[in-house]
């Protein structure tokens, strides 16, 4: 076991106040925080090798063994002992395979790997690809709470472990990150990404993409990433897991687009089709997507692979049968079909039709080929893991304690009555909640390398950090949902979610007994792991009925009432949130889960999250975004404050338009106070730059870190504006009683957008520069820029 390196963190990021003391961070990680794309991509030298080398390889290839590079089975059940006897490992002998998935062990990849490079006709290795998407064994937050953290080295240093941890065990290719914007909470795939924002859903883009490939992507703890889903695949309609999107162009540019240009422009490795339709085409048969926006408008030139059955399922979507549809994506520019065969099954013979040409044959085992020699494969396939090389890796101290501090800092503080938080580590306290002492949850959705029952449960966690001062009394209060069916289907993938067989009332008897021993009752309640993920969509997004009953009995003792969410999504908490004194938005915190909500409650930690996705009040204002555009009869912004209803003017009759909590909002222990904003000019010209800068003063008891984030109107365009757009973020950590002046540098490309022609351009004209400590609460000063 590697020892705990533990370092001051300044230079790496900024974050809650007791970073300074017990900041934790491998010193070999961060001397790995890159800044720019792998550079094998740009250099010349390095291209026309591999270039010749590949060709070389091609001119072997038969047309069969090409189109068997571009074949991605997942291993499913399929074991090493199997390599010879199996479908799959009869196909990995006849060259059929271009890579697998779903296979973790090192000692077993090499295994499968010795059958390709030792029984194959042409000795070519196969890549092994992992949804390695928040973490590897050592699981981080889901992705939505990492980009709460809003600290991109946090975020590229998770990342970096997660290819660290995954290549020392074989893996050398992940299918993440997952970037796809959404303002959909209904929609259980939210948890996979970062939020509703472009800018800083683009910021963590890159940092992930960043963190997995390293410097250079033959290191042999550097993997491939994969952005998904391109595209749009966040918008469906209902939040309907995989149903239609329809957007207009402008909005795909300006809004959904971003952060999967921000990967690519990152040097992502790959990219992954999305299941829904663009346009009214799926986006794996897309040529318009695949080919005319990201290889030719955005110079992507590495490898595209479908999702899961992506081929076969246009078959459903009405686009005919499996050989034209697998033609179809060829056309398109699919490089690999994971798992359908429809490229193996159909291909040579639409070739023979003349539907297909070899040449795009040759085109996408090319650019396979090319990432497998980017790999370093063809000089040394057994490169990427050892058993020995994961013993030390994967789940090590190291790696754990900063899975612990990235959980901490992702976590926000949405309520804080009477400063009843930080808990004091004395006298007695009631955890209460049906998930307190549950590992397999605590890891989240999509976490499918963690090793089940790993994770650190809440009651370990509290019953670890606090000293003997403190008692620690527990009861499960109620189940997750009441009916047994329905948290069945709650509890899918080995997550379960120890159902307790006794009547409700019970249940709540003891929690009532137990709280009213307690000095403060701290209640974890929420979602199970797999009430958000794929195919995890939900009508209602509330807090489970009988958890909220069991919110509304302990109230009734008048005990006061922290409460810990867990979820993976936004929920609608409008019934919860006058019935405790705290809210902390925990989020899925990962293995670490107790120990981080342990750092938050008592003090360690001050939480510094800040909201990457709007929570409605009620699902009726699905979809509800910050960016949003004003209406021609928008509602005066006094009555909008005061939820005042005005009959024809853009309001409901039955809710207010305003969220519960705006996008970018979370408290901290401190208090901030903000200056007037100031702006080095107020008539800039051009191409000139100016400096917009605040003063912000933690005038609280804490030291503590606060995200200032700059946003811009465009007060009057060729196309409608949104009200506001994020263009910028500083996390910056302050004392108690210690100030800072922020600037922040704009220039006119922090004012270009996509007009109705598509052209991306700044018009001149006035703008509303807001610097603020979220997106609902800022200071405005007004420019006139002209050109
Ligand atoms: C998901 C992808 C994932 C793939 C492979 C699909 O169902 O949509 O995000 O990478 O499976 O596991």
Not at 391 to 413: D, H, P
């Amino acid at each position: 076991m590697k020892k705990i390196a533990i370092i001051a963190l300044a230079a790496l990021s900024t974050n809650g106040f007791a970073q300074k003391k017990k900041a934790v961070v491998s010193p070999a990680i961060h001397s790995e925080i890159v800044n720019q794309p792998v550079q094998s991509y740009q250099n010349n030298e390095y291209n026309t090798k591999r270039k010749s080398f590949v060709d070389a390889l091609l001119a072997k290839m038969t047309l069969d063994e090409k189109i068997g590079q571009l074949n991605l089975p997942s291993a499913g059940d399929f074991t090493t002992g199997q390599a010879q006897s199996s479908d799959i490992g009869k196909k990995i002998e006849q060259g059929l395979v271009g890579g697998l998935f779903n296979i973790k062990g090192a000692e077993k990849i090499r295994a499968v790997q010795k059958v390709a490079v030792e029984k194959s006709r042409l000795k070519i290795p196969l890549i092994f690809g992992m949804d390695v998407i928040h973490g590897y064994e050592t699981t981080f937050p889901i992705p939505l709470g990492l980009a709460a953290s809003w600290d991109m080295n946090l975020v590229q240093q998770s990342a970096r472990i997660a290819a660290r941890e995954a290549a020392s065990d074989g893996i050398n290719w992940t299918f993440s990150p997952m970037v796809d914007i959404s303002r959909e909470p209904r929609w259980g795939r939210v948890s996979e990404g970062a939020g509703e924002d472009p800018y800083l859903g683009s910021q963590i883009a890159r940092a992930m993409v960043y963190g997995y490939q390293g410097k250079n992507l033959a290191d042999k703890n550097t993997i491939l990433a994969c952005v998904k889903h391109f595209a749009l695949y966040g918008a469906p309609e209902g939040g309907l897991d995989y149903n239609t999107v329809d957007m207009s162009h402008t909005r795909m540019f300006n809004e959904y687009f971003a952060p999967y240009k921000a990967a690519v422009d990152a040097g992502v490795a790959s990219v992954m089709a999305s299941f829904n339709e663009v346009d009214g085409i799926p986006a794996t048969g897309n040529k318009w997507l695949m080919d005319d926006v990201l290889r030719k408008k955005w110079g992507f030139n590495g490898f595209i692979v479908t999702d899961y059955t992506g081929i076969n399922e246009m078959i459903d979507h009405g686009m005919g049968d499996l050989q034209h549809v697998s033609a179809l994506a060829m056309n398109a520019g699919i490089d690999m079909d994971m798992v359908g065969e429809g490229f193996l099954k159909t291909l040579k013979q639409s070739v023979s039709e003349g539907k297909v040409s070899e040449a795009q044959i040759t085109q996408a085992a090319r650019r396979i080929l090319e990432a497998k020699y980017d790999l370093g494969l063809f000089e040394d396939p057994y490169r990427y893991g050892s058993a020995n090389d994961a013993q030390k890796e994967v789940f090590n101290a190291s790696n754990r304690a900063v899975a612990r501090n990235v959980a901490a800092q992702s976590m926000v503080l949405l309520k804080n009555d009477k400063n009843i938080l930080p808990l004091k580590q004395k006298g007695t306290i009631a955890l209460i909640g049906p998930l307190v002492d549950n590992s397999v949850n605590m890891a989240g959705t999509w976490s499918v390398a963690t090793k089940h029952g790993s994770a650190v449960t809440l009651l370990k966690g509290l019953q670890e950090s606090v000293g003997k001062n403190v008692k620690i009394l527990t009861a499960k209060g109620a189940n997750v949902e009441d009916n047994k069916v329905l948290e069945d289907v709650y509890a899918a993938h080995g997550k379960v979610v120890d159902r307790d067989s006794r009547e409700p009332s019970l249940m709540i008897k003891e929690a009532l007994n137990v709280a009213e021993q307690a000095d403060v009752v701290v209640l974890a309640i929420g979602e199970s792991a797999e009430m958000s993920g794929e195919s995890s969509s939900r009508a209602n997004i509330d807090i489970p009925a009988s958890q909220v009953r069991l919110l509304n009995e302990l109230k009734k003792t008048g005990k006061p009432i922290v409460v810990v969410l867990l979820t993976g999504r936004p929920l609608t908490l409008t019934n919860i949130k006058d019935t405790s004194e705290a809210i902390i938005n925990a989020w899925f915190p990962g293995t670490e889960a107790g120990y981080a909500v342990a750092d938050i409650l008592f003090g360690k930690v001050n939480p510094s999250g800040k909201l990457p996705m709007t929570f409605p009040r009620s699902v009726g204002q699905i979809p509800i975004y910050y960016n949003r555009k004003n209406t021609g009869r928008p509602l005066d912004a006094a009555l909008t404050d005061k939820c005042e209803y005005q009959r024809f003017r853009s309001n409901y009759m039955d809710e207010c338009n305003t969220p519960l909590y705006p996008f970018g909002y979370g408290l901290s222990y401190t208090k901030f106070e903000y200056s007037e904003l100031t702006v080095s000019k107020t008539n800039p010209t051009g191409n000139q730059s100016i400096q917009a800068s605040v003063n912000v003063k933690n005038t609280g008891n804490y030291d503590g870190a606060e995200v200032v984030q700059l946003y811009i109107r465009d007060l009057v365009g060729s196309n409608t504006r949104p009200i506001k757009e994020l263009k910028g973020f500083q996390k910056i950590f302050l004392k108690k009683g210690e100030s800072k002046q922020v600037s922040f540098n704009i220039t006119p490309d922090d004012l270009k957008f996509y007009d109705n022609n598509l052209k991306y351009d700044w018009e001149a004209g006035d703008f509303d520069i807001m610097i603020g400590t979220s997106s609902a609460d800022v200071k405005t000063a007004r420019i006139n820029w002209s050109k």
